[in-house]
């Protein structure tokens, strides 16, 4: 695992503090969406859908910071959209820094290179860059031809101007299991931080709706491409997550624990689903029926979720809220 130690130093004691003061459900992670307009339109995604009218529109810096204080979380991602694209990305980012938090800016890097010269390197500033496999796949997925490479460049150069830089990849049924493995040791090789893994979501909106996976292949693909990790491999992102996808573990959603906050507000339930939005993150957790959500629910549309933004915190909390989950994060590590 490759999250710096006064990272998860911040998280556990955040996490502490939240389970001393008797709140069930806090947040972890804000999905921060400052713009919904993209310079690409990646088949799983269908953010850019929006008309014309909201794809122009864009949170200001003071909109994101009220969002980011008044749920009190430790830790930012940023995605969008591109985030890049934000004429303002840079005090956006400067001033979540300067309130302490981590951040992470989603980018599909394609103008990273031009846009490092008003960014900072900072131990609280990470650049995760959207690659989903090698190139064929990559490419592919994005839907346009020499997107792998530029976002490669951009991340030799970054990873060279001393940034902190990860990435993240969304897998589909189409996911060839050698193929990621050697994707892997390519993000290595360019030296990134961590990787993060993620399955592919039935994001309605999305123009590819052929190649979701449902749960029993999310496990079936993920035992595959995990088994017998290399040692070199960095995963920015919890054991016991890692555990859970390949099935060797089961946990129930938090979808509270990584909420979405955009242009329309506090999205409900959870970052994936579009059911509502809130003025406020308290009327979020007070007015969202959490039963109704989850793999206990029956909810048909939460059968085949096993997505980080629904689960990562689950295991997070796991990780941190006991004795026996420290215990069961560092044999998870040990695997």
């Known amino acids: 695992m490759s999250v710096p130690v006064s990272q998860m130093t911040a998280v556990a004691s955040y996490i502490l503090r939240q389970r001393i003061a008797g709140k069930k459900r ?18 799983g995604c269908g953010k850019i859908q929006y008309p014309p009218e909201i794809l122009k529109r864009q ?38 820094i300067r309130r302490g938090k981590y951040i992470y800016i989603c980018t599909n890097a394609l103008i990273l290179r031009e846009k490092l010269d008003s960014l900072r390197p900072s131990k609280q500033l990470t650049i995760n860059v959207h690659l989903d496999g090698q190139k064929k796949f990559h490419d592919r997925s994005v839907g346009r031809e020499g997107v792998y490479e530029i976002a490669a460049e951009g991340i030799r150069e970054a990873v060279r101007r001393g940034f902190r830089v990860t990435t993240n990849t969304t897998l589909y049924s189409d996911a060839d299991p050698a193929s990621v493995r050697a994707f892997f040791d390519d993000m290595m090789a360019l030296g990134v931080e961590g990787m993060t893994l993620s399955a592919g979501y039935g994001y309605e909106k999305a123009a590819d709706q052929a190649h979701f996976l449902s749960k029993e292949e999310t496990k079936k693909l993920f035992a595959k491409i995990l088994k017998d990790r290399k040692k070199s491999w960095r995963f920015n992102q919890s054991p016991l997550f890692l555990e859970f996808l390949t099935g060797a573990r089961d946990y129930s959603c938090t979808p509270w624990g990584m909420p979405g906050y955009s242009l329309f507000g506090w999205q409900s339930p959870c970052y994936l689903l579009e059911e509502g939005y809130f003025k406020t993150f308290a009327e979020l957790l007070e007015k969202t029926d959490w039963t109704k959500y989850g793999p206990e629910s029956g909810n048909p549309k939460c059968a085949n979720c096993m997505v980080h933004s629904g689960y ?19 044999r998870a590590m040990l695997r």
Not at 27 to 43: G, I, Q
Not at 318 to 326: E, R, V
Request: proline share 9%.
């Open 26 to 43: 806090y947040p972890l992670l804000l999905m921060l969406e400052p713009l919904f307009r993209c310079n690409l339109a990646c088949v």
């Open 59 to 96: 949170l200001t810096p003071e909109e994101c910071f009220r969002a980011v204080e008044e749920c009190g979380v430790p830790m930012v991602s940023i995605p969008g959209g591109e985030p890049l694209l934000h004429p303002q990305i840079k005090e956006i980012v400067e001033g979540l």
């Open 312 to 330: 990562e915190a689950s295991a997070v909390n796991d990780t941190f809220g006991s004795f026996g989950g420290l215990l069961r994060t560092l």
